[in-house]
């Protein structure tokens, strides 16, 4: 039998409202030792933000970035998985859009979040181009 998301996320992630200054959240990340918090507004996902967001589109443009918030460093596109998908449908899904976390959500409720290091993957250069069947649909 597969293994299922709720098997290998960690449940209960940090969770910020979208009004939370970035540098707050950046605080979070490093004192907890966490690369991704979840944004939810009343319990609802919002986005999901990383270190890596927090460094290109917060600090990198500079200026005064107290005033910013992560809402803003939120990407676009947002992608989950459900706890009871297969492990297997994250990895694709993680690969074919480059990322390194997924929010879990259950209900409309985020209750998990799930990373390539908790599938014991890492993410080297040329991260999503080796897939199977990325570069076949870049073609």
Sequence with gaps: MAQRVR???TA???AVGPDTPAHQVATIMRDESVKAVVVTDDGRLRG???????????????GDVSARTVVEA?????ASVAPEDD?????TLMYAKELRHLP?????????IIALRDLGVEAGPGFGLDA?????SMA
Excluded at 104 to 112: F, L
């Design 132 to 136: 199977p069947g990325v570069a076949d």
């Design 12 to 14: 209960n992630p940090w």
């Design 7 to 9: 098997d290998v996320m």
């Design 87 to 91: 492990v297997d449908r994250a990895l």
């Design 104 to 112: 879990v959500i259950d209900n409309g409720r985020t209750v998990g």
């Design 48 to 62: 999901l933000v990383t270190d890596r967001d927090l460094t290109v589109r917060i600090l990198a443009d500079g």
């Design 74 to 78: 939120c990407g676009a596109e947002l």
